[in-house]
């Protein structure tokens, strides 16, 4: 069975500040791994995802991850956060080689919760 | 990128009551669409996986004859609660994929409430 861990379930950060939300998953084969981002009374939205090929992925709104298959891990980024950033950050995790990255239920990670201050 | 509706957006219902969720794909046909729960300050769970025209697939734990999901058309997939009680009182998201698509678009949930 899949399982999905992120280390910080609350972070708070000023703006312009750098940020590494921390994932990691256990899973015995080929796994396809996400980021999503809820901002408050929103669905949740992708933010990046990583299937195969080059490890370090590059989303929307400035957001990057890197894939570690060593250490089971992909570890969310970004520079510098603004304002705008605070939200519910889950990593997500599905079996990989499936006919696209979205036949298959996702399994979350608790979540974290980013609140940027001004 | 593709939308997926979710109605109703809240719902407060008395104990033994059933209720039913409605998903919707407004822009896209949805193969495959899935069911989730989510506690307050917890991650989401997985539920049940449905196809269209085909029987929902539950994750273990999940009891099928108590969330009822029917999945008729390509853009409506339906979660029904039967016989709810308080602890079935949940944040119930949906999302919808279909095939080649690489990931899922999620809908903006449903907040049960039983009292």
């Known amino acids: 069975a899949q399982s999905v861990s992120q280390h910080n379930h609350h972070v708070i950060l000023s703006e312009a500040a750098s940020l590494e939300l921390g994932c990691n998953y256990s899973?015995?084969?080929?796994?396809?791994l996400f980021w999503y981002v809820q901002y408050p009374g929103q669905h949740l939205q992708l933010l990046l995802k990583?299937?195969?090929?080059?490890?370090l992925v590059k989303g929307i709104k400035g957001f990057e991850a890197e894939f570690i298959k060593s250490k089971f891990s992909f570890n969310l980024r970004k520079p510098s956060v603004q304002w705008s950033d605070t939200a519910e950050y889950f990593c997500?995790?599905?079996?990989?080689?499936?006919?696209?990255?979205?036949?298959?239920?996702?399994?979350f990670g608790k979540g974290t919760h980013l609140i940027i201050q001004p | 990128g593709a939308v997926v509706s979710q109605h109703p957006s809240r719902v407060i219902c008395k104990s033994g009551t059933s209720v039913k969720i409605e998903c919707r794909s407004l822009d896209f046909q949805a193969t495959t669409m899935f069911w989730y729960r989510q506690f307050p300050k917890q991650s989401l769970m997985l539920m049940a996986t449905s196809n269209e025209g085909s029987k929902a697939t539950y994750e273990q734990g999940v009891e099928k004859d108590k969330f009822l999901i029917n999945h008729a058309s390509l853009t409506l997939s339906t979660l029904t609660v039967t016989s709810a009680h308080p602890e079935d009182s949940s944040f119930y998201i949906c999302?919808?994929?279909?095939?080649?698509?690489?990931?899922?678009?999620f809908g903006p949930g449903t907040r049960l409430t039983v009292l």
């Open positions: 999302s919808a994929s279909s095939p080649g698509r690489d990931e899922q678009f």
């Open positions: 899973y015995g084969g080929t796994v396809n």
């Open positions: 990583y299937f195969s090929g080059d490890p």
């Open positions: 997500a995790v599905n079996a990989g080689g499936s006919p696209g990255g979205g036949a298959d239920g996702l399994t």
